[in-house]
């Protein structure tokens, strides 16, 4: 349990819940405005939970396998034929209530030129590590000549898409500097929590300018008629709460607060973050994403009631009895209901093992079990 404390109460009520206006591009396309996923980022009542699933496109689906045959990750995510046919793959097949963008967090570190790469079955691997000052310089400022192709495929699918809103996305700082310090994936993350307290100068300076790279890569995808982001900080969780505030806040809230202007909600999300939930919260964001290790209603709680919040159910669950399934469904709508705002979701990304067909017929319930008159 958070520790109920006076302090803590003055900072949850000190930052306001942006309930965000409606601007940008759900203004321009009326059939936007009562998208039930932007009206639930925006508190506002909805006919029904709004359901997407992080990684819901990619290796779960036959017909995504059968496209990337032969083509490199980082070169799939370039190609605006490939990108707005995988986009779309899971919103015909399951009737989500949002398509996420097909990309993938190092897609714009790699558009200004660092040497990276995704590996099957591994993830993004950088040949030559970022750890000097001197490196710095292997990353200059991404700018929208890097990323043409990125706004053709948002128009492209905004224009197929017509009432169903496109989540775009980025990479959190910390995040990405723990792929471009360690080189890869980490367990541990022991080069980079050793850079940020070593030399907290390069540590500040790296997070800086992948902020503004994170930043320039979502106004793209916002300007080219996403309609909400989602903000990935996927490997927060390993920090403590003193050094995600000091050390990678402030770089996350940059981003959150640029993006804000555009208008669009603004989901923050990490892995085993229930300990961070406040703070992310603090970093700007209209919708907090939850993982699975946290029961929704106590995140709920631990936000003050204040925040929508999407999330969470177990993407191991995928695989258990239908019933079972079910009942976990049921109880996260129930508890989702304490929130100004829940957008069903999945504590992390479909693995890719997962039948489709389940997930097809989780959308179903969600939106049966959530309907309101
Ligand atoms: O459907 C979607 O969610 C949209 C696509 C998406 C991808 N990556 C495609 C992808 C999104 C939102 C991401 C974000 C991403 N990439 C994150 C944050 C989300 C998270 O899982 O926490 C992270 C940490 C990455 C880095 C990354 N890229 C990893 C860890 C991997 C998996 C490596 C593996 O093969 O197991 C990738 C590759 C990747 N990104 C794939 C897909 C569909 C698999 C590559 C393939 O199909 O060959």
Redesign the pocket.
Known sequence: MTPRTAAYDRAVTADPQSLVPVRGPAAADPRLVDAPLLRAARGEAVRHTPVW???????SLPE??AL?QGVG?LES?RRPDLVTEI?LQ?VRRHGVDAA???????VPVAAVGLGID???????VVADPIRSDADLHRLPDLTPEHIPDIAESVRLLVAELGGTPLIG?A?APF?LAS?LIEGG?SRTHVKTKALMHGDPELWNALCAKLAQISTAFLKVQVEAGASAV?L?D??AGALSRADYERHVRPHSAAVLDAVGRLGVPRIH?G?GTGELLVSMAQAGADVVGVDYRVGLGEAITRLGGRYAVQGNLDPALLFAPWAALERETRRILAEGGAAPGHLFNLG???L?ETDPDVLTRLVALVHEASTRE
């Open positions: 699933f992080m990684r819901q496109a990619g290796r995504y396998r990337r990750m995510c986009t899971p996420i963008f097909f990309s993938d967090i190092v995704i590996v099957p079955g591994v993830g993004p996305f990479g995040t792929y994936p989602q990935f996927s490997w999300f892995v992390h990304g479909v890719p």
